[in-house]
Protein backbone atom coordinates (compact mmCIF):
# COMPACT_ATOMS: atom_id res chain seq x y z
CA UNK A 1 0.00 0.00 0.00
CA UNK A 2 1.08 3.22 -0.97
CA UNK A 3 1.23 6.02 2.19
CA UNK A 4 2.06 9.68 1.83
CA UNK A 5 5.78 9.31 2.28
CA UNK A 6 5.59 7.16 -0.43
CA UNK A 7 4.32 9.68 -2.65
CA UNK A 8 6.11 12.86 -1.44
CA UNK A 9 9.41 10.50 -1.56
CA UNK A 10 8.18 9.97 -5.32
CA UNK A 11 7.43 13.19 -6.35
CA UNK A 12 10.66 14.57 -4.78
CA UNK A 13 12.42 12.01 -6.85
CA UNK A 14 11.29 13.42 -10.14
CA UNK A 15 11.67 16.64 -8.91
CA UNK A 16 15.37 15.75 -8.26
CA UNK A 17 15.68 13.98 -11.65
CA UNK A 18 14.88 17.65 -13.53
CA UNK A 19 18.18 18.71 -11.81
CA UNK A 20 20.27 19.95 -15.26
CA UNK A 21 17.09 18.19 -17.55
CA UNK A 22 16.73 20.72 -20.51
CA UNK A 23 14.71 23.25 -19.65
CA UNK A 24 12.77 24.00 -22.56
CA UNK A 25 11.66 19.95 -22.14
CA UNK A 26 10.39 20.33 -17.93
CA UNK A 27 8.94 22.86 -16.05
CA UNK A 28 10.41 21.96 -12.66
CA UNK A 29 14.31 22.07 -14.46
CA UNK A 30 12.91 25.44 -15.49
CA UNK A 31 12.31 26.66 -12.33
CA UNK A 32 15.60 24.93 -11.21
CA UNK A 33 17.39 26.29 -14.01
CA UNK A 34 16.09 30.19 -13.73
CA UNK A 35 17.57 30.18 -10.11
CA UNK A 36 15.30 30.72 -6.59
CA UNK A 37 13.65 33.70 -7.65
CA UNK A 38 11.69 31.95 -10.04
CA UNK A 39 10.21 29.19 -7.47
CA UNK A 40 9.87 31.36 -4.32
CA UNK A 41 7.85 33.66 -6.39
CA UNK A 42 5.74 31.13 -6.93
CA UNK A 43 5.20 30.08 -3.10
CA UNK A 44 4.25 33.40 -2.29
CA UNK A 45 1.63 33.56 -4.73
CA UNK A 46 0.24 29.89 -4.52
CA UNK A 47 -0.05 31.16 -0.68
CA UNK A 48 -2.13 33.93 -1.58
CA UNK A 49 -4.04 31.71 -3.52
CA UNK A 50 -4.90 29.13 -1.42
CA UNK A 51 -5.97 32.17 1.24
CA UNK A 52 -8.56 33.15 -1.26
CA UNK A 53 -9.63 29.58 -1.93
CA UNK A 54 -10.42 29.44 1.84
CA UNK A 55 -12.11 32.91 1.56
CA UNK A 56 -14.46 31.35 -0.97
CA UNK A 57 -14.56 28.39 1.09
CA UNK A 58 -14.06 26.46 -2.11
CA UNK A 59 -13.11 23.62 -0.70
CA UNK A 60 -11.90 21.60 -4.29
CA UNK A 61 -9.87 24.90 -4.93
CA UNK A 62 -7.98 25.03 -1.62
CA UNK A 63 -7.18 21.46 -2.67
CA UNK A 64 -6.00 22.54 -5.87
CA UNK A 65 -4.25 25.39 -4.48
CA UNK A 66 -2.30 23.92 -1.40
CA UNK A 67 -1.09 20.84 -4.23
CA UNK A 68 0.53 23.96 -6.19
CA UNK A 69 1.94 25.55 -3.26
CA UNK A 70 3.29 21.99 -1.42
CA UNK A 71 4.79 21.42 -5.20
CA UNK A 72 6.87 24.59 -5.22
CA UNK A 73 7.85 24.15 -1.93
CA UNK A 74 9.30 20.63 -2.70
CA UNK A 75 11.08 22.27 -5.61
CA UNK A 76 12.46 24.67 -3.42
CA UNK A 77 13.58 21.35 -0.87
CA UNK A 78 15.31 20.10 -3.63
CA UNK A 79 17.34 22.81 -4.96
CA UNK A 80 18.81 23.40 -1.28
CA UNK A 81 19.52 19.63 -0.87
CA UNK A 82 16.74 18.95 1.77
CA UNK A 83 13.61 16.83 0.73
CA UNK A 84 10.05 16.11 2.02
CA UNK A 85 11.49 13.62 4.44
CA UNK A 86 13.29 15.45 6.50
CA UNK A 87 9.88 17.91 6.94
CA UNK A 88 7.95 15.12 7.47
CA UNK A 89 10.65 14.31 10.47
CA UNK A 90 10.23 17.54 11.50
CA UNK A 91 6.53 17.30 12.20
CA UNK A 92 6.90 14.13 13.62
CA UNK A 93 9.44 15.62 15.80
CA UNK A 94 6.98 18.23 16.82
CA UNK A 95 4.22 15.83 17.42
CA UNK A 96 6.05 13.38 19.25
CA UNK A 97 8.01 16.38 21.89
CA UNK A 98 5.23 16.35 24.78
CA UNK A 99 4.15 19.31 25.18
CA UNK A 100 4.86 21.29 22.00
CA UNK A 101 1.41 22.57 21.44
CA UNK A 102 1.69 23.96 24.64
CA UNK A 103 4.08 26.19 24.39
CA UNK A 104 2.78 26.94 21.00
CA UNK A 105 -0.54 27.85 23.11
CA UNK A 106 1.26 29.60 25.58
CA UNK A 107 3.06 32.00 23.00
CA UNK A 108 -0.30 32.88 21.22
CA UNK A 109 -1.31 33.22 24.56
CA UNK A 110 1.03 35.78 25.09
CA UNK A 111 1.02 37.65 22.07
CA UNK A 112 -2.69 38.75 22.92
CA UNK A 113 -1.79 39.58 26.23
CA UNK A 114 -3.52 37.21 28.28
CA UNK A 115 -2.92 35.96 31.01
CA UNK A 116 -0.31 32.82 31.16
CA UNK B 1 -7.02 3.17 4.37
CA UNK B 2 -4.41 4.92 6.64
CA UNK B 3 -1.09 2.69 7.80
CA UNK B 4 0.80 3.01 10.48
CA UNK B 5 3.44 4.74 8.63
CA UNK B 6 1.33 8.00 7.10
CA UNK B 7 2.62 10.29 8.86
CA UNK B 8 0.27 13.55 7.26
CA UNK B 9 -2.45 10.99 7.62
CA UNK B 10 -1.92 10.55 11.63
CA UNK B 11 -1.21 14.28 11.82
CA UNK B 12 -4.26 14.87 9.62
CA UNK B 13 -6.14 12.88 12.87
CA UNK B 14 -4.44 14.95 15.29
CA UNK B 15 -5.62 18.27 13.82
CA UNK B 16 -9.28 16.84 13.46
CA UNK B 17 -9.27 15.65 17.21
CA UNK B 18 -8.62 19.22 17.85
CA UNK B 19 -11.82 20.45 16.81
CA UNK B 20 -14.32 21.52 19.27
CA UNK B 21 -11.25 21.37 21.70
CA UNK B 22 -10.85 23.64 24.72
CA UNK B 23 -8.76 26.92 22.74
CA UNK B 24 -7.19 27.12 26.12
CA UNK B 25 -6.00 23.82 26.39
CA UNK B 26 -4.60 23.42 22.60
CA UNK B 27 -2.80 25.27 19.63
CA UNK B 28 -4.64 23.74 16.84
CA UNK B 29 -8.19 24.09 18.48
CA UNK B 30 -7.20 28.11 19.42
CA UNK B 31 -6.59 28.42 15.58
CA UNK B 32 -9.46 26.46 14.37
CA UNK B 33 -12.02 28.48 17.28
CA UNK B 34 -10.92 31.75 15.96
CA UNK B 35 -11.73 30.90 12.62
CA UNK B 36 -9.87 31.15 8.99
CA UNK B 37 -8.81 34.41 9.81
CA UNK B 38 -6.17 33.03 12.25
CA UNK B 39 -4.52 30.62 10.40
CA UNK B 40 -4.66 31.58 6.67
CA UNK B 41 -2.92 35.01 8.49
CA UNK B 42 -0.14 32.10 9.63
CA UNK B 43 -0.13 30.48 5.86
CA UNK B 44 1.16 34.22 4.27
CA UNK B 45 3.57 34.25 7.25
CA UNK B 46 5.14 31.14 6.73
CA UNK B 47 5.66 31.39 2.90
CA UNK B 48 7.43 34.58 3.98
CA UNK B 49 9.27 32.92 6.32
CA UNK B 50 9.77 30.04 3.75
CA UNK B 51 11.20 32.48 0.93
CA UNK B 52 13.62 34.51 3.74
CA UNK B 53 15.28 31.31 4.99
CA UNK B 54 15.80 30.08 1.14
CA UNK B 55 17.42 33.60 0.73
CA UNK B 56 19.45 32.58 3.44
CA UNK B 57 20.60 29.58 1.81
CA UNK B 58 19.78 27.74 5.26
CA UNK B 59 18.61 24.48 4.52
CA UNK B 60 17.46 23.53 8.06
CA UNK B 61 15.98 26.66 8.58
CA UNK B 62 14.19 26.09 5.17
CA UNK B 63 12.74 22.65 6.84
CA UNK B 64 11.93 24.04 9.47
CA UNK B 65 9.85 27.00 7.86
CA UNK B 66 8.46 24.10 5.44
CA UNK B 67 7.43 22.49 8.31
CA UNK B 68 5.13 25.91 9.43
CA UNK B 69 3.86 25.85 6.23
CA UNK B 70 2.53 22.42 5.62
CA UNK B 71 1.22 22.34 9.41
CA UNK B 72 -0.95 25.40 9.19
CA UNK B 73 -1.73 24.46 5.51
CA UNK B 74 -3.13 21.18 7.06
CA UNK B 75 -5.31 23.23 9.51
CA UNK B 76 -6.70 25.06 6.62
CA UNK B 77 -7.68 21.13 4.82
CA UNK B 78 -9.00 19.66 7.93
CA UNK B 79 -11.43 23.35 8.59
CA UNK B 80 -12.66 23.06 5.22
CA UNK B 81 -13.44 19.19 5.30
CA UNK B 82 -10.63 18.24 3.09
CA UNK B 83 -7.30 16.04 4.05
CA UNK B 84 -3.83 15.68 3.15
CA UNK B 85 -4.55 12.58 1.12
CA UNK B 86 -7.14 14.83 -1.31
CA UNK B 87 -3.57 16.89 -2.03
CA UNK B 88 -1.48 13.92 -2.34
CA UNK B 89 -4.03 12.37 -4.65
CA UNK B 90 -4.20 15.59 -6.93
CA UNK B 91 -0.59 15.43 -6.74
CA UNK B 92 -0.47 12.14 -7.87
CA UNK B 93 -3.06 12.35 -10.22
CA UNK B 94 -0.77 15.32 -11.97
CA UNK B 95 1.99 13.40 -12.11
CA UNK B 96 0.23 10.17 -13.77
CA UNK B 97 -1.22 12.72 -16.22
CA UNK B 98 1.30 12.27 -18.98
CA UNK B 99 2.03 15.55 -20.69
CA UNK B 100 1.36 17.91 -17.47
CA UNK B 101 4.47 19.35 -16.95
CA UNK B 102 4.71 19.86 -21.07
CA UNK B 103 1.19 21.86 -20.69
CA UNK B 104 3.00 23.82 -17.55
CA UNK B 105 6.15 24.34 -19.29
CA UNK B 106 4.32 25.68 -22.89
CA UNK B 107 2.09 28.28 -20.50
CA UNK B 108 5.45 29.15 -19.10
CA UNK B 109 6.89 29.54 -22.38
CA UNK B 110 3.92 31.93 -23.51
CA UNK B 111 4.25 34.04 -20.08
CA UNK B 112 8.13 35.09 -21.20
CA UNK B 113 7.05 35.89 -24.60
CA UNK B 114 7.80 33.03 -26.36
CA UNK B 115 5.69 31.99 -29.54
CA UNK B 116 3.15 29.79 -28.85
CA UNK C 1 5.03 72.09 -6.12
CA UNK C 2 3.99 68.52 -6.51
CA UNK C 3 3.64 66.53 -2.94
CA UNK C 4 3.47 62.37 -2.71
CA UNK C 5 -0.43 63.19 -1.82
CA UNK C 6 -1.25 64.67 -5.16
CA UNK C 7 0.97 62.20 -7.15
CA UNK C 8 -1.27 59.01 -5.23
CA UNK C 9 -4.12 61.06 -6.05
CA UNK C 10 -3.29 61.73 -9.51
CA UNK C 11 -2.52 58.08 -9.87
CA UNK C 12 -5.71 56.57 -8.66
CA UNK C 13 -7.92 59.30 -10.34
CA UNK C 14 -6.15 57.52 -13.53
CA UNK C 15 -7.30 53.99 -11.90
CA UNK C 16 -10.60 55.00 -11.41
CA UNK C 17 -10.81 56.47 -15.15
CA UNK C 18 -10.44 52.69 -15.95
CA UNK C 19 -13.71 51.57 -14.44
CA UNK C 20 -15.26 49.83 -17.61
CA UNK C 21 -12.73 50.82 -19.76
CA UNK C 22 -11.69 47.94 -22.71
CA UNK C 23 -10.05 45.62 -20.87
CA UNK C 24 -7.87 44.86 -24.36
CA UNK C 25 -7.09 48.54 -24.48
CA UNK C 26 -5.63 48.96 -20.60
CA UNK C 27 -4.03 46.61 -18.01
CA UNK C 28 -6.02 48.40 -15.27
CA UNK C 29 -8.97 48.06 -16.82
CA UNK C 30 -8.36 44.69 -17.47
CA UNK C 31 -7.49 43.77 -14.03
CA UNK C 32 -11.14 45.45 -12.61
CA UNK C 33 -12.72 43.40 -15.38
CA UNK C 34 -11.46 40.09 -14.74
CA UNK C 35 -12.42 41.13 -10.68
CA UNK C 36 -10.37 40.58 -7.02
CA UNK C 37 -8.77 37.64 -7.13
CA UNK C 38 -6.49 39.20 -10.61
CA UNK C 39 -5.42 41.94 -8.25
CA UNK C 40 -4.98 40.22 -5.07
CA UNK C 41 -3.29 37.61 -6.48
CA UNK C 42 -0.92 40.38 -7.49
CA UNK C 43 -0.51 41.57 -4.11
CA UNK C 44 0.64 38.59 -2.72
CA UNK C 45 3.17 38.04 -5.98
CA UNK C 46 4.72 41.38 -5.73
CA UNK C 47 4.94 41.27 -1.30
CA UNK C 48 7.34 38.40 -2.13
CA UNK C 49 9.21 39.94 -5.02
CA UNK C 50 10.11 43.00 -1.82
CA UNK C 51 10.99 40.57 0.35
CA UNK C 52 13.46 39.22 -2.65
CA UNK C 53 14.85 42.49 -2.98
CA UNK C 54 15.43 43.66 0.45
CA UNK C 55 17.06 40.41 1.09
CA UNK C 56 19.69 40.24 -2.20
CA UNK C 57 20.05 44.44 -0.43
CA UNK C 58 19.36 45.56 -4.15
CA UNK C 59 17.71 49.48 -3.15
CA UNK C 60 16.81 49.66 -6.86
CA UNK C 61 15.02 46.46 -7.28
CA UNK C 62 13.63 47.49 -4.00
CA UNK C 63 12.15 50.75 -5.24
CA UNK C 64 10.28 49.07 -8.50
CA UNK C 65 9.12 46.37 -6.35
CA UNK C 66 7.27 48.10 -3.81
CA UNK C 67 6.28 50.34 -6.66
CA UNK C 68 4.58 47.55 -8.27
CA UNK C 69 2.99 46.49 -4.34
CA UNK C 70 1.53 49.42 -3.79
CA UNK C 71 0.15 50.53 -7.38
CA UNK C 72 -1.71 47.00 -7.13
CA UNK C 73 -2.70 48.23 -3.68
CA UNK C 74 -4.66 51.30 -5.43
CA UNK C 75 -6.36 49.10 -7.87
CA UNK C 76 -7.68 47.05 -4.52
CA UNK C 77 -8.61 50.23 -2.86
CA UNK C 78 -10.37 51.44 -6.17
CA UNK C 79 -12.24 48.58 -6.42
CA UNK C 80 -13.48 48.70 -3.21
CA UNK C 81 -14.46 52.48 -3.22
CA UNK C 82 -12.04 53.78 -1.44
CA UNK C 83 -8.46 55.70 -2.27
CA UNK C 84 -4.43 56.27 -1.14
CA UNK C 85 -6.06 59.15 0.57
CA UNK C 86 -7.72 57.41 3.33
CA UNK C 87 -4.74 55.15 3.64
CA UNK C 88 -2.56 58.00 4.04
CA UNK C 89 -5.27 60.03 6.41
CA UNK C 90 -4.95 56.44 8.57
CA UNK C 91 -1.02 57.01 8.62
CA UNK C 92 -1.68 60.00 9.56
CA UNK C 93 -4.35 59.48 12.45
CA UNK C 94 -1.63 56.81 13.81
CA UNK C 95 1.60 59.22 13.43
CA UNK C 96 -0.76 61.83 15.33
CA UNK C 97 -2.60 59.75 18.46
CA UNK C 98 0.32 60.14 21.20
CA UNK C 99 1.28 56.44 22.41
CA UNK C 100 0.66 55.30 19.11
CA UNK C 101 4.45 53.53 18.81
CA UNK C 102 4.22 52.83 22.64
CA UNK C 103 1.33 50.84 21.73
CA UNK C 104 2.66 48.63 19.45
CA UNK C 105 5.93 48.76 21.23
CA UNK C 106 4.10 47.06 24.38
CA UNK C 107 2.55 44.50 21.98
CA UNK C 108 5.47 43.38 20.10
CA UNK C 109 7.11 43.09 23.73
CA UNK C 110 4.49 40.80 24.94
CA UNK C 111 4.86 38.65 22.21
CA UNK C 112 8.12 37.75 22.38
CA UNK C 113 7.39 37.40 26.22
CA UNK C 114 9.40 40.25 27.64
CA UNK C 115 8.38 41.81 30.64
CA UNK C 116 6.27 45.13 29.82
CA UNK D 1 11.92 69.91 -1.65
CA UNK D 2 9.21 68.65 1.16
CA UNK D 3 6.16 70.21 1.62
CA UNK D 4 4.08 70.71 4.98
CA UNK D 5 1.45 68.88 3.61
CA UNK D 6 3.93 66.05 2.02
CA UNK D 7 2.37 63.09 4.42
CA UNK D 8 4.88 60.10 2.87
CA UNK D 9 7.81 62.25 3.39
CA UNK D 10 6.98 63.83 7.09
CA UNK D 11 6.43 59.73 7.66
CA UNK D 12 9.59 58.60 6.62
CA UNK D 13 11.20 61.38 8.37
CA UNK D 14 10.02 59.66 11.42
CA UNK D 15 11.24 56.26 10.49
CA UNK D 16 14.40 57.82 9.88
CA UNK D 17 14.57 59.35 13.00
CA UNK D 18 14.16 55.97 15.01
CA UNK D 19 17.33 54.70 13.63
CA UNK D 20 19.65 53.85 16.38
CA UNK D 21 17.13 55.08 18.72
CA UNK D 22 16.30 52.73 21.72
CA UNK D 23 14.50 49.46 20.87
CA UNK D 24 13.01 49.38 24.06
CA UNK D 25 11.05 53.46 23.28
CA UNK D 26 10.12 52.98 19.65
CA UNK D 27 8.41 50.14 17.69
CA UNK D 28 9.98 51.01 14.42
CA UNK D 29 13.64 51.19 16.50
CA UNK D 30 12.81 47.81 17.27
CA UNK D 31 12.40 46.40 13.97
CA UNK D 32 15.14 48.38 12.50
CA UNK D 33 17.14 47.27 15.44
CA UNK D 34 15.70 43.48 14.58
CA UNK D 35 17.09 43.51 11.19
CA UNK D 36 15.21 42.73 7.67
CA UNK D 37 13.74 39.12 8.89
CA UNK D 38 11.71 41.27 11.26
CA UNK D 39 9.85 44.00 8.85
CA UNK D 40 9.99 41.60 5.88
CA UNK D 41 8.22 39.16 7.78
CA UNK D 42 5.60 41.75 8.31
CA UNK D 43 5.14 42.55 4.69
CA UNK D 44 4.21 38.85 3.99
CA UNK D 45 1.73 39.04 6.50
CA UNK D 46 0.12 42.51 5.80
CA UNK D 47 -0.42 41.50 2.42
CA UNK D 48 -2.29 38.29 3.43
CA UNK D 49 -4.24 40.60 5.75
CA UNK D 50 -5.09 42.68 2.95
CA UNK D 51 -5.90 40.44 0.41
CA UNK D 52 -8.40 38.85 3.01
CA UNK D 53 -10.04 41.88 3.88
CA UNK D 54 -10.81 42.76 0.02
CA UNK D 55 -12.17 39.06 -0.08
CA UNK D 56 -14.06 39.99 2.88
CA UNK D 57 -15.49 43.10 0.83
CA UNK D 58 -14.54 45.63 4.11
CA UNK D 59 -13.76 48.28 2.89
CA UNK D 60 -12.79 50.32 6.20
CA UNK D 61 -10.79 47.43 7.06
CA UNK D 62 -8.72 47.50 3.58
CA UNK D 63 -7.77 50.94 4.39
CA UNK D 64 -6.24 49.80 7.68
CA UNK D 65 -4.34 47.06 6.09
CA UNK D 66 -3.35 48.70 2.82
CA UNK D 67 -2.10 51.15 6.03
CA UNK D 68 -0.01 48.40 7.70
CA UNK D 69 1.10 47.17 4.37
CA UNK D 70 2.44 50.41 2.74
CA UNK D 71 4.17 51.43 6.57
CA UNK D 72 5.94 47.93 7.01
CA UNK D 73 6.90 48.57 3.60
CA UNK D 74 8.26 51.85 4.75
CA UNK D 75 10.21 50.73 7.01
CA UNK D 76 12.08 48.33 4.60
CA UNK D 77 12.86 51.55 2.05
CA UNK D 78 14.41 53.52 5.11
CA UNK D 79 16.15 50.54 6.45
CA UNK D 80 18.20 50.18 2.93
CA UNK D 81 18.18 53.71 2.04
CA UNK D 82 15.94 54.42 -0.18
CA UNK D 83 12.27 56.60 0.35
CA UNK D 84 9.03 56.60 -0.41
CA UNK D 85 9.79 59.52 -2.96
CA UNK D 86 11.84 57.39 -4.71
CA UNK D 87 8.92 55.35 -5.33
CA UNK D 88 6.33 58.03 -6.41
CA UNK D 89 8.97 59.09 -8.86
CA UNK D 90 9.24 55.63 -10.05
CA UNK D 91 5.64 55.46 -9.93
CA UNK D 92 4.99 58.29 -11.58
CA UNK D 93 8.25 57.87 -14.16
CA UNK D 94 5.59 54.70 -15.40
CA UNK D 95 2.79 57.17 -15.71
CA UNK D 96 4.68 59.31 -18.08
CA UNK D 97 5.92 56.54 -19.53
CA UNK D 98 3.30 56.55 -23.59
CA UNK D 99 2.71 53.40 -23.60
CA UNK D 100 3.58 51.88 -20.29
CA UNK D 101 0.31 50.42 -20.02
CA UNK D 102 0.02 48.70 -23.43
CA UNK D 103 3.39 47.09 -22.88
CA UNK D 104 1.73 45.33 -19.44
CA UNK D 105 -1.28 44.41 -21.16
CA UNK D 106 0.32 42.56 -23.86
CA UNK D 107 2.38 41.17 -21.16
CA UNK D 108 -0.51 40.13 -19.85
CA UNK D 109 -2.13 38.94 -22.94
CA UNK D 110 0.81 36.82 -23.69
CA UNK D 111 0.55 35.43 -20.35
CA UNK D 112 -3.24 33.85 -21.21
CA UNK D 113 -2.20 32.34 -24.38
CA UNK D 114 -3.46 35.46 -26.52
CA UNK D 115 -1.59 35.64 -30.01
CA UNK D 116 1.33 38.36 -29.74
Same mark, same amino acid.
Given at each position: ?5 ? /? %??? %????? @? /?? *? ?24 ? @? @? !?TE =?VMA?KD?? !? ?5 ? =? ?7 ? =? !? %? !????? #???? =????? &??? &??? #??? &? @????? *? ?9
Amino acid at each position: MTTSND /S %LAR %LHAVI @E /SR *KGADPEQSYVARLLHKGPDAFLKKIG @E @E !ATE =VVMAAKDGD !ARKLVDE =VADLWFHSM =V !A %L !AYYGV #SPAD =VIAEL &ERR &EGT #SGI &E @EKALR *KAQQREGGAP
